[in-house]
């Protein structure tokens, strides 16, 4: 039988196997942190997707991942995007609540972003320069909204320390502020969705959500780096600004 061209490619001891991943030539003045980080970027599949699929990166597969299994982006719904640069959450967000009516014979959506950054506009997404964190600022996003809203999403992070410990408690801090302004905004029903680094301080804030909510979930959706502590929680089935309780010293 004739041998066929490249035969040894592919043996699991690897001799002979073709690279296929993309390698990063050190450049001068370039740090190998950011050499290591741009190789990754280059390599990795959901940044491939994104560019080839029109969203702003990769972290719109996350909120797709998510919303396949809890469905709560339908047509209709209005959403509220919080820390939503570069834009990927509010991309996806548009086409599944039908915000540009696209969909014949579907109810139309609404979707805000608001992002400390300034964000590139989105076709049918209604995009917001604010610190959500200043004095006032949830009344302004209450007013930009014109109503209730069906789900509040954060996937706001502040910037890294270097300190984990630190991050992990700043972290924090963005969701309970953004489950606060959830529980004032939030239709009875309604859905919340935020992004957390896993370290331990996050139980109380749990707590709290589990309270209002009929259901508590923390997820690690696909698109999120194995080697990274985020995680998702999404808390569905909204009690009622009636039924709202801060106060985690109560028993749950």
């Known amino acids: 039988m004739t041998k066929a061209p490249n035969s040894r490619e592919g043996k699991s001891s690897g001799r002979g196997q073709r690279d296929l991943r993309v390698r990063v030539k050190t450049a001068k003045g370039r740090k190998l942190s950011s050499k290591l980080w741009l190789e990754r970027q280059l390599n990795d599949p959901y940044v491939v997707r994104a560019k080839r699929e029109g969203y702003r990166g990769r972290a ?11 469905r709560f982006l339908v047509p209709g719904a209005r959403v509220v995007d919080l820390g939503c640069a570069p834009g990927g959450w509010c991309q996806v967000a548009v086409g599944r609540v039908n915000a540009l009516g696209e969909k014949s014979g579907k109810a139309v959506g609404k979707v805000l972003g608001i992002d400390l950054q300034e964000v590139d506009p989105i076709a049918g997404a209604d995009i917001h320069q604010l610190d959500f964190l200043s004095d006032g600022a949830d009344g302004r996003v209450k007013d930009w909204l014109g109503g209730p809203a069906d789900v509040v999403m954060s996937d706001m992070a502040a910037a890294s320390s270097g300190h984990k410990g630190t991050d992990h408690l700043r972290i924090v801090a963005l969701v309970e502020a953004a489950a606060a302004f959830a ?4 239709e009875p029903g309604g859905t919340f969705v935020a992004k957390v680094l896993a370290g331990g301080a996050e139980t109380e804030m749990q ?5 209002n909510f009929d259901k508590v979930a923390n997820v ?7 080697d990274s502590s985020e995680k998702f929680v999404v808390a569905t089935g ?8 801060l106060d985690d010293d109560q028993p749950g």
């Open 60 to 70: 719109a597969f996350k909120i797709l991942e998510l919303d396949d299994k809890y």
């Open 183 to 186: 529980f004032d905004v939030l």
């Open 238 to 245: 909204f009690r009622g600004r009636h039924a709202v309780d």
């Open 220 to 226: 690690k959706p696909p698109a999120s780096r194995s």
């Open 207 to 211: 707590a709290m959500l589990k309270r």
